[in-house]
């Protein structure tokens, strides 16, 4: 859908970490007790930063600032001209949609409720989910979530555990592949800490890592990411492509039990990590 550019709402701010890295876009989300008047909504919009309008109001969901156990973040595309908007409550996503930022309007496309509706109909109940990003060729967005069921605090013999891929093609505003299916995790039969650590490995090994993310570790926590890197991608491939991968890992610890220096196995390690978590996508 589309909405028009309009004035700035009184008693409402650029929710922080929500702007485009090139300044000119960011979500603007009313303060406490600036909600629309008698809506009862805390209404949220895509703004230009540069005119200091709002393109359109988001439709999905609705958010105000320091509001508790309900979090809003922005996932800018490279070219910084379209975004996902992310909505997420205290054990999961609420609601995403894509915005696309057009002169003066907006258009938004609701992805939370395809990705939610499908790992639900896998896991055959209600759960809590993580989304995880990448952007490709062609305005694509790659999209992977996982799900749990029952109790967010504590899993159990009852939890379920599902997960999602697939592809928005921003230009047609359609998924163009899809595909949910529940998740039989590794390891002993009632042993629920087993899987819930192998599900936590699975959502580390879809999340990209950065440069960032091993400054300051050392040779233990980076053998430990990769161990749950590993764990996470035999969690999710097929058993037969799976094989490769574990015939591959074995002749890589044998290149890296031969690095001299503590620097270049951890080196070596990083890449490695990089190379496993690009097998999920």
């Known amino acids: 859908m589309a909405a028009k550019a309009a004035a700035w709402p009184e008693g409402y701010v650029v929710h922080q970490g929500t702007e485009s890295p090139d300044g000119h876009y960011g979500i603007a989300v009313p303060t406490v007790g600036a909600e629309d008047s008698g809506t009862g909504e805390n209404v949220n919009y895509l703004a230009d930063l540069k005119t ?4 359109g109001k988001i439709a999905c969901d609705d958010y105000f600032e320091g509001e508790n156990h309900f979090h809003l973040r922005a996932v800018w595309a490279p070219d910084f001209k379209w975004c996902v908007v992310i909505y997420n409550g205290r054990y999961g996503f609420s609601s995403m949609a894509i915005l696309v930022p057009k002169g003066s309007r907006m258009t938004e496309s609701n992805i939370g409720e395809r990705i939610d509706d499908s790992l639900k109909a896998a896991a055959g109940d ?3 989910g993580s989304v995880y990003f990448r952007f490709a060729a062609g305005r694509n967005l790659l999209v992977r979530a996982l799900s749990f069921t029952g109790n967010p605090k504590q899993n159990d013999a009852n939890t379920r555990y599902a997960r999602f891929q697939g592809t928005f093609d921003i230009n047609s505003g359609k998924w163009t592949n899809i595909d949910a299916q529940r998740m039989n995790l590794p390891g002993p039969h009632g042993d629920d800490d087993v899987y819930s650590e192998v599900y936590t490995a699975v959502g580390t090994a879809y999340s990209d890592v950065t440069p960032d993310d091993f400054s300051g570790k050392g040779a233990d926590d980076i053998d430990e990411l990769m161990n749950d890197v590993y764990q996470g991608v035999r969690a999710v491939l097929p058993p037969g492509r799976f094989a490769k991968v574990k015939k591959d890992q074995i002749e890589w610890l044998k290149k890296r039990d031969a690095i001299s220096t503590v ?11 990089k190379v496993l978590q690009d097998l999920l996508w």
Request: include cysteine.
């Open 52 to 55: 200091h309008q709002v393109l």
């Open 126 to 128: 209600e759960g809590y």
């Open 263 to 273: 620097d270049d196995k951890c080196k070596f390690a990083e890449a490695r990590i």
